[in-house]
């Protein structure tokens, strides 16, 4: 069974606090994705990635870094949390084959985090 | 990134058929249509895509109107499993846009028992 996995369900953090989501994925897949999902403003892409050591900039970058060093681990960074940070938090991966990147992606069961 | 329209809400009755409908009158020729979904307290899973002809799997089926404006997700026959936001999304199929997942609002689906 496919499989993505987060390292948290649910999180609290502290205004400031430097925050790491981890998501790790056992499919060998390419690309990689972070999303952040609101109450009226659904789900929006933060970064994506479509290599190790690649990433690229989503919808909504701002206060946020990743960071990807093996295939299989795509790393969400929030530098200095902050409270209008605090939201749901999704991971997901997909394959690339033959050019053509719009394969299904796999989901993650999110993370709630709550930043204080 | 070219938008889609789908209802709210939408409620229907267990082992019933359910059609969930979808407008993208501004797609272009080569965006592929897929579907989503999002039960409670869960990641969204694939549903289905397609590109003009209609499409069938396990889980539903797709039937996409002849000028590609619209589309519809059937559920030929609704469980209480199948109580989810079902969302309707627009892929380019190719370049870095491709990656790309665009969500809207989705529709919320209640099944009754």
């Known amino acids: 069974d496919v499989k993505v996995t987060q390292s948290s369900r649910y999180l609290v953090k502290r205004t400031g606090e430097k925050v790491f989501l981890e998501c790790v994925q056992d499919?060998?897949?390419?690309?990689m994705f972070w999303y952040r999902q609101d109450p009226g403003l659904g789900l929006r892409l933060i970064y994506f990635?479509?290599?190790?050591?690649?990433?690229e900039k989503g919808d909504i970058p701002e206060g946020y870094s990743v960071s990807r060093e093996k295939k299989e681990r795509f790393s969400l960074i929030l530098e200095s949390a902050s409270t209008n940070q605090t939201s749901m938090y999704l991971c997901a991966s997909s394959a690339m084959s033959g050019g053509v990147s719009y394969n299904e992606q796999f989901f993650g069961p999110g993370t709630r985090l709550t930043v204080l | 990134d070219a938008k889609t329209t789908q209802p709210n809400s939408m409620e229907s009755n267990e082992e019933e058929p359910v059609h969930l409908p979808c407008n993208h009158s501004?797609?272009?020729?080569?965006?592929?249509i897929h579907w989503y979904r999002q039960l409670p307290s869960q990641g969204p899973e694939y549903v289905i895509h397609g590109l003009t002809s209609n499409v069938n799997n396990r889980m539903a089926s797709l039937a996409i109107a002849e000028d590609r404006k619209s589309s519809t997700l059937i559920l030929h026959r609704a469980t209480l499993r199948d109580a989810a936001v079902y969302y309707c999304?627009?892929?380019?199929?190719?370049?870095?846009?491709?990656?790309?997942?665009?969500f809207g609002q989705g529709t919320r689906l209640t099944i009754n028992p």
């Open positions: 990635s479509y290599d190790v050591k690649m990433k």
């Open positions: 501004t797609i272009s020729g080569t965006d592929y």
């Open positions: 499919m060998d897949h390419e690309n």
């Open positions: 999304i627009l892929r380019v199929p190719k370049g870095r846009g491709a990656q790309k997942l665009v």
